[in-house]
């Protein structure tokens, strides 16, 4: 059997602790739009298209209500250029991770 994907796994499995890079944010999932989009919402309420990369697709499934950390740093210009999906999914995060963000101050 085919261990697949391992070093989405390894990540998985090391990292309770998150950290975000410069232009990533938290969003939650509002609904699953079908194929590999999704509809996340940030802290203020805007609503917004993501791609769901297709690395995760066979790794990791996600549900509404659920949070995921998205580089929404070319955001502006996609919505600019007529472009609907404006964000990009890289990484799902997990109960524990949620939990550790929020008792840490980075939410």
Do not use: Y
Request: charged share 25%.
């Amino acid at each position: 059997m085919k261990a697949g994907r391992k070093n989405l796994r390894r990540a998985c499995d090391e990292g309770a602790a998150v950290t975000l890079a410069e232009g990533e944010s938290i969003m939650q999932v509002l609904t699953l739009r079908g194929s590999n989009v999704i509809e996340v919402m940030d802290g203020e309420g805007v609503k917004s298209l993501a791609l769901f990369p297709a690395k995760f697709q066979k790794s990791f499934w996600i549900k509404s209500r659920s949070f995921v950390v998205v580089d929404a740093s070319v955001r502006d210009q996609a919505l600019e250029s007529g472009s609907k999906i404006a964000c990009v999914v890289s990484q799902v995060l997990f109960h524990e991770q949620v939990r550790v963000l929020e008792k840490s101050g980075n939410w």
